[in-house]
C-alpha cells in the first residue's frame, strides 16, 4: 500500500516542513551544479509539493505507474527542479540522479517529459496542464476510481485561453476530484507579471470552482486548504497559493523579481548558509 | 440562364448518387463501443456535424461535449487517453489543425496518447469558404511526428476504419465524411489496413495515385481512361502517414506516368509524398498533379467549387492524357 494516504489526523507540519527544507537544499545544489536551473520557481513551490506528496497525495513509490494513484500535473515544465527534488525525497528517484539534472541524456531534464518515472504530463508548452487533468478527472470517474487529480498551474498560465476552457469544463463536469493549485508567484518570462490578472480567486469562483487562496509558504496553510479540498461535493476546487520565488533563501526573495533569477557563481555558499539560517 | 448553384446550410448535402451509408463514422463507433469498454467519444459543440450522436445515444456516459473549446477537446483527450481510454474526438479539420496544433503535437503525439482525431470538412467538401475548408490539413497533420494520418475514400472505408484507428498505438488524425456517404468499395472484399495502399485497379499506361474522396473520381477516370485506349492503375492511399512508399515507387515502376490526386493543397499532402517516393526510389516519372491550389477558396456549391479548382473526373483523364504526352 502507498506509504502517504489523506491523513485524518493532525498533520505532521514539523516532519512537512523539513522535507521541504530538504527539497529545496537538493535544489540549491542541483542549480549550483549547472549555474542556473528556476531556482526561485522551484522554491517558491517547494512547500505545496512537500504537502502533496508527503501528505495528501496516494501513490507508490516503487510503481509510479499504480493504476489507482493520484495524478499529479506538473502544468508548469520549467518548475521541473522542483519536481526532481521531490521525486527524490520520495524515492521516486535516487536522491544521487539529483546531480544529472540538465545534463545531455539526463532523464531530468529541464522542461518535463513524460517519459521519467512519476511525470504524468510533458511540459513546456503553457497552458497544456489543466485541460489535461480534466480528462484524467473523467477518464477516473468513468472507472469508478476514487484516484483524484491534482494540477498545479501558474499565474502566468492563466492568461492562456486553454486554462479557461478547460476550467470551464471542470464545473461543467462537476469533476469534485480534481484540485487545481494556483501558484501565483508574481512573476512571468518579462518580469513581474505582465497582465493583470486579479482578481484570481474572484475569477475561479466565478468558474465555478470551491476556491481558497493562501500564503502557500505556509505550510499549516497549504495542509489545512488540501483538506479542505478533499469532499466529493460535486465541484472542482482551486487553491490559490501566494507564493514568494526564492522563498527560504534571504537572498533570492529579495532579489529583483525575474523569471530567470540571477545568481553569481561565487554566491551560491552564501545562499546555502542562508537556507539553513532560514530553517534554522 | 441556366440556374445557379448556392452555398448550403452547414448539415445541408447535395444528393448523393448511387448507394449511401447514413453516418458511417457514428456507426462505426458506436458498434466499436459495445466490444471495446474503453472507447469515449468527446466533442466541442459539433455532435451532430461530426456525426458522433449515434455513438452518444448508445453510450451517454462515455460522450463529453467540452463546448466550442478545441484545445480543451484535444487536451481532454489527451487525458482520458492516459487513464486509459481511446477518445474519439471530432471537429472540424480546420480547428482540429489550425486552431489546436499545438495540443495534436505535445500532449497527442509526443505523449503517445491514443487520441482519434476525426476530422470534418476535409478540403473542398463545404462551401462555407477558407474558414471552414480543410485544404492543408493533411501536411500540418503529417509534419508531426509519430502522427498517423488517414483520408478514407467513402463509406465502407471510413467504418472499417474507425475501428482500425482504435489499434493504432498513438494518436491519429482521420478526415470524415458525413451525413450520406457513398459506398464505393465492396465491404465485403475490401479490407482497410493502416498504411498501406490498395490498387483498386491495375493498368500499363499511367498509374492513378489517389485519395480520399478523389479516389472514385480516379476509378471513375480509369474506366474513362480504357474506353479511350488508355491504361490506367488506380492506387488508393488511405493512410498520408506512414506513407506506402513501396506500393507507390513499384506501381510507378511498371506505367509511364503518374497523376496524383487530393482534395487538399497540392503542397505537403498526396503529390508530395508521392514526388519523395518517386526520386527516392530513382523512379523518374512524368507527374501530373490534381489537387486545390495554394490559395484560399471562397463560398458556394461543392460541386462548383469542386468543378472550379478541378477535383473532378474529367480533370483527372485530362491530366492522365497529358502525363502521357497525349
Ligand atoms: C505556450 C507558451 N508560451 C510561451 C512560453 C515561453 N515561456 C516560458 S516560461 C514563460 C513565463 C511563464 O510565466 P509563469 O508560467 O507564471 O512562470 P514563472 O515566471 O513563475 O516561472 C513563458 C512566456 C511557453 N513556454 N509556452
Redesign the interface.
Known sequence: MPPVNQPLDAPPLAFLAEKAHRMRRHMLAMARRLGQGYIGQGLGIADALAALYFYELRYDPADPRW?GRDRFVLSTGHYSIALWATFAEAGIIPVDELASYGADDSRLEMSTL?TTPGV???G??L??G???????????R??GSPARVFCELSDGELQE??TW??A??AS??GLDGLVALIDCNGIQADGTIVLKMEPVADKFRAFGWDTVEIDGNAMDQVVAALRGARPRNGKPKAIVLRTIPGKGVKTLETRERAHFVRVDPDEWDKLAAELETAHG | MAERGRTLAMGEQEAVAGTAIEAPFGRALAALGRTRPEVVGVTADLGKYTDIHPFRDAFPDRYFNVGMAEQNLIAVGAGLAKTGKIAYCTTYGVFATRRAYDFIAIACAHSRAAVKIVAGLPGLTTGYGGTHQAIEDLALAAMIPGLTVIDPCDATEIMQATAAIADVDGPVYMRLQRAQVPVVLDAQRYRFAVGKAALLRDGADVAIVATGIMTPRAIEAAGALAAAGVSAAVLHMPTIKPFDRDAVASLAARTRAVVTAENHVMRGGLASLVAEALFDAGVARRLERIGIPDQFVECGSVPHLQKKYGLTTDAIVAAAKRSLGA
Open positions: 493504476a513524460d504524468e504530463m510533458i513546456g508548452s497552458g497544456h489543466l485541460g489535461q487533468a480534466v480528462g484524467m478527472a473523467l477518464g477516473l468513468l472507472d485561453g486553454s476552457e478547460a470551464m469544463s461543467h463536469f
